[in-house]
């Protein structure tokens, strides 16, 4: 009996290492694509800071248009069908854009792209939280959140690296060789039934006739740390989309690609420790000194005037993100009904992909009418909003359903 104990206990099989691979290879084509594609806007196309914000914004919109199905979809078709689906079209739009000869196709296909990256990705993390045992989703979706944002953060720096010769065909086979790699992983996926799936495909008919409701697209209980998500990845937007130019402004263009390298070490590092303090005291023991270091973070970012500042600020920003992501997400799932879990994933990406969506555009358009120190500014500043907004929202809601239970217990 212990032995079976153990073993569901345990995190790292070898279906949750597949999933990691997986979404890692997604998102390191996402963001690699979200650095290089704003420098091709701009050297190619000779686009203004707002066109250069449009190229990640589009592909934003296509994936906050299908957000509201994608968590339905994985709870009623199944996760690792969503999955494949997910990937395949993702896969296809990698090779599409080399057909695209002009800005209206290039901006279709993004658009195109950004729906298939909201269905692979709310499938993968889905699959990922069922595979983790609920006494240990903090350590779980923590480990599983360091691949994403890994690839969040070695994505810019590959893409930086990938344009250096201003060469899009390099570009583009690279990316195309990273999805394929996602794609394939995802097909290796074992990924065991619930008993909600197994029920669901006899459920009646007519119950697709009824009413649709918001809350057949939005799970509710998610909601709120996902508005709190939406703050930080608005925040977020301004570095993976103008770190680059930002470093040319201020004349250091060396560091641009080490900034993301010192970003994602600090990720790597104090992931597994970030896990355990989720799972063995609350959430507010993470969110709310990552929320003061990464502001501070960006803060510092927006009066650097060496590499050295520019890389300070990117080790206390990488603590504070790497506290809030891992953070967001097992909350998103934890505080939703198992069967619920897809349209959680959903919501949170919904609402985080809508602030880094708008966020880019909005952060160019700051850099565009004043200059990117002023844009880094406010990107400090806006963090501070999330803080009250986590409290009113999340953090005094949560405390005021645990006086009742310990009221209880008294009695």
Same mark, same amino acid.
């Given at each position: ?78 996760? %690792? ?7 395949? +079209?993702?896969?296809? !739009?990698? #090779? $599409?854009?080399?057909?695209?000869? @002009? =800005? ?61 010769? %201003? ?7 690279? +990316?195309?060789?990273? !999805?394929? #790699? $996602?794609?394939?992983?995802?097909? @290796? =996926? ?139 997400q097992a909350l998103a799932m934890k505080l939703a009904p198992e069967h619920r879990r897809g349209s959680a994933t959903g919501t949170f990406f919904l609402l985080f992909d809508l602030g880094y969506g708008i966020g880019s555009y909005v952060m160019g358009f700051i850099a565009s009418v004043a200059d990117y120190r002023m844009m ?36």
């Open positions: 009996m212990e032995c079976r104990m153990l073993t569901r206990e345990r995190i790292w099989t070898k279906n949750f290492v597949v999933v990691c691979m997986s979404s890692f290879f997604m998102f390191l084509t996402f963001y690699i694509l979200a650095t290089a594609f704003p420098l091709y806007v701009k050297d190619s196309l000779h686009g203004s800071q707002q066109q250069m914000g449009l190229s990640i914004t589009i592909y934003v919109i296509g994936g906050v248009l299908v957000r509201p199905f994608s968590g339905q979809w994985v709870d009623r078709y199944g996760k %690792k069908k969503m999955a494949i689906i997910g990937m395949v +079209i993702f896969l296809l !739009a990698c #090779l $599409s854009y080399f057909s695209a000869k @002009g =800005m209206f196709l290039f901006l279709v296909i993004r658009l195109i792209h950004g729906m298939s990256y909201a269905i692979a990705s709310t499938a993968t993390s889905t699959i990922a939280s069922s595979l983790v045992p609920n006494s240990r989703q903090g350590t779980g979706m923590g480990y599983f959140s360091m691949f994403m944002s890994v690839g969040m953060v070695i994505g810019p720096a590959m893409g930086l690296f990938l344009w250096r010769d %201003k060469n899009i065909h390099v570009l583009l086979a690279a +990316i195309c060789v990273i !999805a394929a #790699l $996602s794609l394939l992983f995802t097909l @290796g =996926m074992r990924v065991p039934k619930t008993t909600q799936e197994v029920v669901q495909p006899v459920a009646p008919v007519k119950h697709v006739k009824q009413r649709l409701r918001w809350s057949d697209f939005i799970e509710l209980k998610a909601l709120p740390i996902s508005v709190v998500g939406f703050i930080l990845a608005f925040a977020y937007s301004s570095l993976s989309g103008f770190i680059s130019s930002f470093t040319i402004e201020i004349h250091q263009t060396q560091v641009a690609g080490t900034f993301f390298v010192v970003f994602a070490l600090m990720i790597v590092a104090f992931r597994p420790l970030i896990g355990k303090v989720f799972d063995t005291y609350n959430e507010h023991f993470l969110y709310y000194p990552g929320i003061v270091l990464f502001a501070v973070g960006m803060l510092l970012l927006s009066q650097a005037n060496s590499g050295t500042m520019v890389l300070v600020a990117g080790v206390i920003m990488g603590l504070g993100y790497g506290a809030l992501l891992p953070c967001f880094y500014v406010v990107a400090g500043l806006v963090p501070l909003l999330s803080a009250a907004l986590y409290y009113v929202l999340h953090h005094r809601p949560r405390a005021k359903l645990a006086v009742p239970k310990q009221n209880a217990k008294l009695v």
